[in-house]
């Protein structure tokens, strides 16, 4: 359970701050942004990219990169396989989670665990985009000609107890998710980035599959 919590923590980040975010400026009709950023991704069904994670530890001066596939269904289904420096596979399917790590196989039902929940919806909202409904956080938008920033603010004690922020970059042509940052209270943070993305992509169902 605690290695596959880490991988989730991994592939979110933020910058934590409260102040103006430089080239940014604050979206003041917030409920105007929610309507159109709602509009814009019950559009999309699925999502198709590469990605890249940048993880910096705070003990360590090198950063830590990884890259790979990325996929994601309505409703609530998440394909994330590295390829390099390491293999590694991650599947959210609605309520479940599977992970390969070489050999090992493990399953985990976030029903279990309600924190896990809690870290596993983080990931669905960002792609189904109804982050700004989930009251786990408070919200502040900020944009500029081109994306608009999300700022995550924890709102629950177990959130508070991990994370100082999420920020969630989405590109403002068709809303979808360019990059995902979280910060977390140890001072460690991650960076995942989402290129080559290609929306309503046909994706078979069994690549989320969790026997």
Same mark, same amino acid.
């Given at each position: 359970?605690?290695?596959?919590?880490?991988?989730?923590?991994?592939?979110?980040?933020?910058?934590?701050?409260? +102040?103006?975010?430089?080239?940014?400026?604050?979206?003041? &009709?917030?409920?105007?942004?929610?309507?159109?950023?709602?509009?814009?991704?019950?559009?999309?069904?699925?999502?198709?990219? /590469?990605?890249?994670?940048?993880?910096?530890?705070?003990?360590?001066?090198?950063?830590?990169?990884?890259?790979?596939?990325?996929?994601?269904?309505? @409703?609530?289904?998440?394909?994330?396989e590295y390829n390099q420096p390491f293999k590694y596979l991650m599947i959210l399917n609605r309520?479940?989670?599977?992970?390969? /790590?070489?050999?090992?196989?493990? %399953?985990?039902?976030? %029903?279990?665990?309600?924190?896990?929940?809690?870290?596993?919806?983080?990931?669905? &909202?960002?792609?189904?985009?109804?982050?700004?409904?989930?009251?786990?956080?408070?919200?502040?938008?900020? #944009?500029?000609?081109?994306? +608009?920033?999300? #700022?995550?603010?924890?709102?629950? %004690?177990?959130?508070?107890?991990?994370?100082?922020?999420?920020?969630?970059?989405?590109?403002?042509? &068709?809303?979808?998710?360019?990059?995902? #940052?979280?910060?977390?209270?140890?001072? /460690?943070?991650?960076?995942?980035?989402?290129?080559?993305? #290609?929306?309503?992509?046909?994706?078979?169902?069994?690549?989320?599959?969790? @026997?």
């Amino acid at each position: 359970m605690s290695k596959v919590k880490l991988i989730l923590l991994a592939l979110l980040v933020t910058t934590g701050v409260k +102040a103006q975010y430089p080239g940014y400026n604050t979206v003041t &009709d917030v409920a105007k942004f929610k309507t159109e950023f709602s509009a814009a991704t019950q559009k999309t069904t699925s999502i198709k990219s /590469d990605f890249t994670q940048e993880k910096n530890l705070a003990m360590l001066s090198e950063k830590i990169i990884s890259r790979g596939n990325f996929w994601f269904k309505k @409703d609530s289904r998440v394909r994330m396989e590295y390829n390099q420096p390491f293999k590694y596979l991650m599947i959210l399917n609605r309520d479940k989670v599977y992970v390969k /790590d070489g050999q090992k196989e493990s %399953k985990v039902s976030t %029903k279990s665990n309600k924190l896990f929940q809690q870290i596993n919806r983080i990931m669905i &909202d960002c792609m189904q985009g109804t982050m700004l409904s989930n009251t786990d956080f408070s919200t502040r938008v900020f #944009e500029n000609r081109s994306t +608009a920033l999300i #700022e995550l603010s924890p709102q629950t %004690k177990g959130l508070k107890e991990l994370f100082k922020s999420i920020n969630v970059v989405v590109d403002k042509k &068709d809303f979808s998710v360019t990059s995902i #940052e979280m910060k977390e209270i140890s001072g /460690d943070y991650t960076i995942m980035r989402f290129t080559n993305k #290609e929306p309503n992509a046909s994706i078979p169902d069994a690549l989320f599959s969790i @026997d």
